[in-house]
């Protein structure tokens, strides 16, 4: 019988050794290739967009590789802390390769190989996209098992809301949602910068109502106020409270506001409604007469051309039968028509109250 060299047999069982050296993930059975194929994908575009100068300018870049339940829990300094904390481990981001991607009870784990050892990264699909599901593992710190953070009906976080209104892809309604969230003094920096750089006229028109509701004020939201019955649709698809309170919105600055003239805009609106959104639009001039009737009556001078055919005065006609006067119209013409005004505004005001007399 032969016998093995000593050095021999210690090199084979040193390489059984190394062979039988086993992952503490090797338990759990390996997820789909094409899954697999998504973390991979993952893990590469995250670790180059962290590495890519344009995320030292801005961090929230990295925000799309994680979950929905990430950027709705997670705090926003706390976010960037921790990415910017990574990305200061060059050397050894560059040194992690992908090992494998498991499936846990608790999800997907993808499965990471280093110098420091391995780590399994909690991950999640959604849509067509792995995301990373917790914000701890998938920073670097892997001291202790991570697991996915749980669903939770907190309200969203303003990191979840900046990431949303950058997502040209997602729902029209949750963008302009997230828009009309950023109404907050602090905020007013993101929504001038967004204003220049979101496309969707849905969305540009919440970051204006964010503007509104801060200062009271601003131009883009009349300038780009749909006035046609296919974006007043829209607009109200994407999120029907919201729209209802842009109307209220137009209705009240067209009383007050003079450059540019919102009581045009909201002739221009009421005369573009579709058929059913002509009573709320009735209302919403109705108001505006009421509430600013100097702004009524130059808005008539200056638009209509004839009172029997004009769309706005139809739908203002509409909404003053059913009140039965104009209180304070009506008074304002009186006015106007007897001891005050020149012989032009006299003739607008007797013009104005002759039509009303005839649609009573």
Same mark, same amino acid.
């Given at each position: 019988?032969?016998?093995?060299?000593?050095?021999?047999?210690?090199?084979?069982?040193?390489?059984? /050794? +190394?062979?039988?050296?086993?992952?503490?993930?090797?338990?759990?059975?390996? #997820? $789909?290739? *094409?899954?697999? !194929?998504?973390? &991979?994908?993952?893990?590469?575009?995250?670790?180059?967009?962290?590495?890519?100068?344009?995320?030292?300018?801005?961090?929230?870049?990295?925000?799309?590789?994680?979950?929905?339940?990430?950027?709705?829990?997670?705090?926003?300094?706390?976010?960037?802390?921790?990415?910017?904390?990574?990305?200061?481990?060059?050397?050894?981001?560059?040194?992690?390769?992908?090992?494998?991607?498991?499936?846990?009870?608790?999800?997907?784990?993808?499965?990471?190989?280093?110098?420091?050892?391995?780590?399994?990264?909690?991950?999640?699909?959604?849509?067509?996209?792995?995301?990373?599901?917790?914000?701890?593992?998938?920073?670097?710190?892997?001291?202790?098992?991570?697991?996915?953070?749980?669903?939770?009906?907190?309200?969203?976080?303003?990191?979840?809301?900046?990431? /949303? +209104?950058?997502?040209?892809?997602?729902?029209?309604?949750?963008?302009?949602? #997230? $828009?009309? *969230?950023?109404? !907050?003094?602090? &905020?007013?920096?993101?929504?001038?910068?967004?204003?220049?750089?979101?496309?969707?006229?849905?969305?540009?028109?919440?970051?204006?109502?964010?503007?509104?509701?801060?200062?009271?004020?601003?131009?883009?939201?009349?300038?780009?106020?749909?006035?046609?019955?296919?974006?007043?649709?829209?607009?109200?698809?994407?999120?029907?409270?919201?729209?209802?309170?842009?109307?209220?919105?137009?209705?009240?600055?067209?009383?007050?506001?003079?450059?540019?003239?919102?009581?045009?805009?909201?002739?221009?609106?009421?005369?573009?409604?579709?058929?059913?959104?002509?009573?709320?639009?009735?209302?919403?001039?109705?108001?505006?007469?009421?509430?600013?009737?100097?702004?009524?009556?130059?808005?008539?001078?200056?638009?209509?051309?004839?009172?029997?055919?004009?769309?706005?005065?139809?739908?203002?006609?509409?909404?003053?039968?059913?009140?039965?006067? $104009?209180?304070?119209?009506?008074?304002?013409?009186?006015?106007?028509?007897?001891?005050?005004?020149?012989?032009?505004?006299?003739?607008?005001?007797?013009?104005?109250?002759?039509?009303?007399?005839?649609?009573?």
């Amino acid at each position: 019988m032969h016998r093995l060299p000593t050095v021999l047999m210690a090199s084979a069982v040193l390489l059984g /050794l +190394l062979g039988c050296t086993k992952s503490k993930f090797d338990k759990f059975p390996d #997820a $789909a290739p *094409a899954e697999r !194929q998504l973390a &991979e994908k993952l893990w590469a575009d995250y670790a180059q967009a962290i590495l890519d100068p344009v995320f030292g300018k801005d961090p929230l870049v990295a925000a799309r590789f994680f979950s929905r339940q990430v950027l709705l829990q997670v705090d926003e300094a706390e976010f960037v802390k921790r990415l910017q904390n990574f990305a200061k481990r060059r050397a050894a981001l560059e040194g992690i390769q992908v090992k494998g991607l498991k499936s846990t009870p608790d999800g997907l784990l993808l499965v990471l190989d280093s110098k420091a050892g391995e780590a399994g990264l909690p991950v999640v699909k959604e849509g067509e996209a792995m995301r990373f599901s917790e914000i701890t593992a998938s920073t670097g710190d892997w001291n202790s098992p991570a697991k996915a953070l749980p669903a939770s009906a907190a309200e969203p976080s303003l990191l979840s809301v900046k990431v /949303l +209104l950058r997502d040209e892809t997602a729902d029209v309604g949750e963008r302009l949602r #997230a $828009a009309v *969230a950023l109404a !907050q003094s602090r &905020e007013r920096g993101v929504i001038v910068a967004s204003q220049k750089t979101v496309q969707n006229p849905v969305v540009r028109l919440g970051l204006g109502l964010a503007r509104v509701k801060l200062d009271g004020f601003d131009e883009s939201f009349l300038k780009n106020f749909p006035t046609d019955a296919e974006g007043l649709r829209a607009l109200q698809r994407a999120d029907g409270a919201i729209f209802e309170e842009m109307i209220t919105k137009v209705s009240n600055m067209g009383a007050m506001v003079e450059d540019p003239p919102a009581n045009e805009v909201m002739f221009r609106v009421a005369a573009g409604a579709p058929p059913e959104m002509r009573g709320r639009m009735g209302r919403a001039l109705y108001d505006m007469a009421e509430l600013g009737p100097h702004r009524f009556a130059n808005a008539f001078k200056n638009l209509v051309k004839d009172p029997k055919t004009d769309p706005a005065l139809a739908v203002y006609a509409e909404e003053f039968r059913q009140r039965k006067q $104009a209180p304070k119209l009506e008074a304002f013409l009186r006015k106007f028509t007897s001891s005050e005004g020149g012989p032009e505004e006299q003739k607008l005001c007797r013009s104005i109250l002759g039509w009303l007399q005839k649609i009573r």
